[in-house]
C-alpha cells in the first residue's frame, strides 16, 4: 500500500511539472505580434524611446535654474602671519611686529543659484532633441520590422522542417515496402541481389536525410522561441499549414502598391542623419556667440578658535553676492572657422547620402517585385515538376515490379522526386519570405 501511495504521488508530480509548462501555438501574424512585444530586442528598443525622453529632459534642465550647495571646514594647523608697521601700536619707525589677522578653524555654508540667460549652443541643442526622438522613434520600427521578417524566417523554416520529416517518412515507408518485396524475389531466385543493392543504397540516403531534418526541426523550432523571446525549449505550436500560408501571400495586387518614400524606414533614417549634420552644422557656429549667466549665493562663515561651530552661542557672518558672467568668443586662431567648415562638408555629404538612400530604396523595391514575382513563378513550376516527378516515379514502380525497369532507373526516378520534393517545400518560404521584403520595404503588412 505504502509503495502504491508513493508512485501516486510521483505520477502525479510529474503531471503537475507537464501541466505547468503550456504549449503556446501561434499563427504568423500571431507569432509576429507575441514578438514584437516579447522579442528581446524589442524590449530595449521600447527602453531606448525613454531613454531618449530622458535624455530630452536633461538636455533642457541645463538651461533651467540650478541650485548648489557647498560646506566647508579648515583648521590651519599653523596660521600664516603677516608683519604690519611697529609705528601703527606705537613703536619705533622702522620695526614691524607680527600679526595674526583670524582664528585658526572656521567653517562656510554657501548656496548658489546660477540661470542660464544666453547660450547659442544651449539653444541647438534643444532644436536637436526633436530630432533625436525622432530618430529612436524611426529606430525603433527598424528594430520592428527586422523582428517581423526574422519571425517570417523562423516561422517558414519550422514549417519546412515538419513537411521535409512527413515527405521523409512517407519516402522511407514507400522505400521499405519496396526493398521487402525486392529482397523477398531475390531470395526466392526471382530476382538480382544489385536490385537489392541499389535500393538499400537509396533507403540509406532517404534514412539520413530523415534523421538530419528531424533534427533541423528542433533547431528550427528553438530559433523560432528565441525570435518570439520564449525559452529556448519552450514547447512551441504551428497553427499555419505551409501551402495554405503559402497560397494567401501569393496576391500580385501589393505590385501595384502606391510607393511614398517617405513611408521607408531606411529613408526616414537618413532623414534622421541630415537632420542630426544640420544641428551640428548650427552647433558649431552657435560657438560664434557671446554666453551670458546669471549668478546669486547666500553663504555664512563662522570662525572660533576651537570646533564648536554649532554651539548656540557660536556667532556667524552672512554674506550674499548678486552677479553676471558675459563670456564673448573674439579670436581662435580660425579654429572655430575651421569646425564650422567640417560641419557644413558633414552637412553637404549628408545630403548626398539621402539622395544615395532614395536611389538605392528605389532599386531595392524593383528588385523586391521582381524577386516576388519569381518565387511565384519558381512555385508553380515546382508544383508542376513535382506532379510529374510523382508521375513518372509511379510509373517506373510499376514497370519495375512488372520487370520492364531496372532498380538504376527506379532510382533515378526516386532521386528526382526527392529533388523535386525538396525543391517545392523551398519555393513556398520563398514566396513566403519574398513578399514580406516587399512589405517592409513599401512599409505595409499586404
Given at each position: 500500500?505504502?509503495?502504491?501511495?508513493?508512485?501516486?504521488?510521483?505520477?502525479?508530480?510529474?503531471?503537475?511539472?507537464?501541466?505547468?509548462?503550456?504549449?503556446?501555438?501561434?499563427?504568423?501574424?500571431?507569432?509576429?505580434?507575441?514578438?514584437?512585444?516579447?522579442?528581446?530586442?524589442?524590449?530595449?528598443?521600447?527602453?531606448?524611446?525613454?531613454?531618449?525622453?530622458?535624455?530630452?529632459?536633461?538636455?533642457?534642465?541645463?538651461g533651467l535654474p540650478q541650485i548648489n550647495g557647498s560646506v566647508g571646514y579648515s583648521n590651519q594647523l599653523k596660521q600664516p602671519v603677516t608683519l604690519l608697521p611697529a609705528e601703527l601700536v606705537g613703536g619705533a619707525a622702522g620695526e614691524f611686529i607680527p600679526v595674526v589677522f583670524s582664528q585658526p578653524q572656521s567653517m562656510t555654508a554657501t548656496a548658489t543659484l546660477t540661470q542660464q540667460i544666453f547660450d547659442g549652443s544651449y539653444i541647438v541643442g534643444v532644436q536637436a532633441t526633436k530630432a533625436f526622438l525622432s530618430y529612436s522613434d524611426n529606430n525603433k520600427e527598424k528594430t520592428e520590422l527586422d523582428i517581423r521578417k526574422q519571425v517570417v524566417e523562423a516561422y517558414g523554416n519550422v514549417l519546412l522542417?515538419?513537411?521535409?520529416?512527413?515527405?521523409?517518412?512517407?519516402?522511407?515507408?514507400?522505400?521499405?515496402?519496396?526493398?521487402?518485396?525486392?529482397?523477398?524475389?531475390?531470395?526466392?531466385?526471382?530476382?538480382?541481389?544489385?536490385?537489392?543493392?541499389?535500393?538499400?543504397?537509396?533507403?540509406?540516403?532517404?534514412?539520413?536525410?530523415?534523421?538530419?531534418?528531424?533534427?533541423?526541426?528542433?533547431?528550427?523550432?528553438?530559433?523560432?522561441?528565441?525570435?518570439?523571446?520564449?525559452?529556448?525549449?519552450?514547447?512551441?505550436?504551428?497553427?499555419?499549414?505551409?501551402?495554405?500560408?503559402?497560397?494567401?501571400?501569393?496576391?500580385?495586387?501589393?505590385?501595384?502598391?502606391?510607393?511614398?518614400?517617405?513611408?521607408?524606414?531606411?529613408?526616414?533614417?537618413?532623414?534622421?542623419?541630415?537632420?542630426?549634420?544640420?544641428?551640428?552644422?548650427?552647433?558649431?557656429?552657435?560657438?560664434?556667440?557671446?554666453?551670458?549667466?546669471?549668478?546669486?549665493?547666500?553663504?555664512?562663515?563662522?570662525?572660533?578658535e576651537n570646533f564648536d561651530f554649532f554651539n548656540g552661542d557660536q556667532q556667524w557672518f552672512d554674506s550674499s553676492i548678486l552677479g553676471l558672467d558675459l563670456n564673448i568668443p573674439i579670436f581662435s586662431s580660425l579654429k572655430r572657422s575651421a569646425s564650422t567648415q567640417r560641419a557644413k562638408i558633414a552637412l553637404e555629404k549628408a545630403k548626398t547620402?539621402?539622395?544615395?538612400?532614395?536611389?538605392?530604396?528605389?532599386?531595392?523595391?524593383?528588385?523586391?517585385?521582381?524577386?516576388f514575382t519569381l518565387a511565384i513563378d519558381n512555385y508553380e513550376t515546382a508544383k508542376q515538376n513535382l506532379m510529374l516527378s510523382e508521375r513518372i516515379e509511379n510509373k517506373n514502380q510499376i514497370k519495375y515490379k512488372e520487370g520492364l525497369a531496372t532498380s538504376f532507373e527506379l532510382r533515378q526516378a526516386q532521386t528526382q522526386l526527392y529533388t523535386t520534393q525538396q525543391e517545392f517545400l523551398q519555393s513556398m518560404v520563398e514566396v513566403i519570405n519574398k513578399k514580406t521584403e516587399l512589405e517592409i520595404i513599401l512599409n505595409t503588412k499586404g
Open positions: 500500500m505504502r509503495n502504491q501511495l508513493v508512485i501516486l504521488i510521483f505520477i502525479l508530480s510529474i503531471s503537475l511539472g507537464y501541466s505547468q509548462e503550456q504549449t503556446s501555438s501561434f499563427t504568423l501574424e500571431e507569432a509576429i505580434t507575441y514578438a514584437l512585444e516579447n522579442n528581446y530586442s524589442a524590449i530595449n528598443a521600447n527602453r531606448d524611446i525613454i531613454d531618449a525622453q530622458k535624455q530630452k529632459w536633461e538636455t533642457i534642465a541645463t522542417a515538419e513537411e521535409s520529416v512527413k515527405i521523409l517518412e512517407k519516402n522511407k515507408a514507400t522505400l521499405e515496402k519496396t526493398l521487402y518485396e525486392t529482397t523477398k524475389l531475390f531470395e526466392n531466385g526471382l530476382g538480382e541481389e544489385e536490385s537489392v543493392d541499389q535500393l538499400q543504397i537509396t533507403l540509406s540516403s532517404v534514412e539520413n536525410r530523415l534523421q538530419n531534418a528531424i533534427r533541423l526541426q528542433e533547431i528550427t523550432l528553438q530559433m523560432l522561441n528565441v525570435s518570439l523571446g520564449l525559452d529556448l525549449n519552450a514547447p512551441t505550436q504551428l497553427k499555419d499549414n505551409l501551402e495554405d500560408l503559402t497560397v494567401s501571400k501569393m496576391n500580385l495586387n501589393i505590385l501595384s502598391t502606391d510607393f511614398n518614400i517617405e513611408d521607408n524606414v531606411d529613408y526616414k533614417l537618413a532623414e534622421n542623419l541630415n537632420e542630426q549634420r544640420y544641428f551640428e552644422w548650427k552647433l558649431a557656429r552657435s560657438r560664434a556667440l557671446p554666453t551670458l549667466n546669471a549668478y546669486i549665493n547666500y553663504g555664512s562663515a563662522a570662525y572660533s547620402q539621402l539622395t544615395e538612400a532614395e536611389q538605392q530604396i528605389r532599386l531595392q523595391l524593383e528588385n523586391a517585385k521582381n524577386n
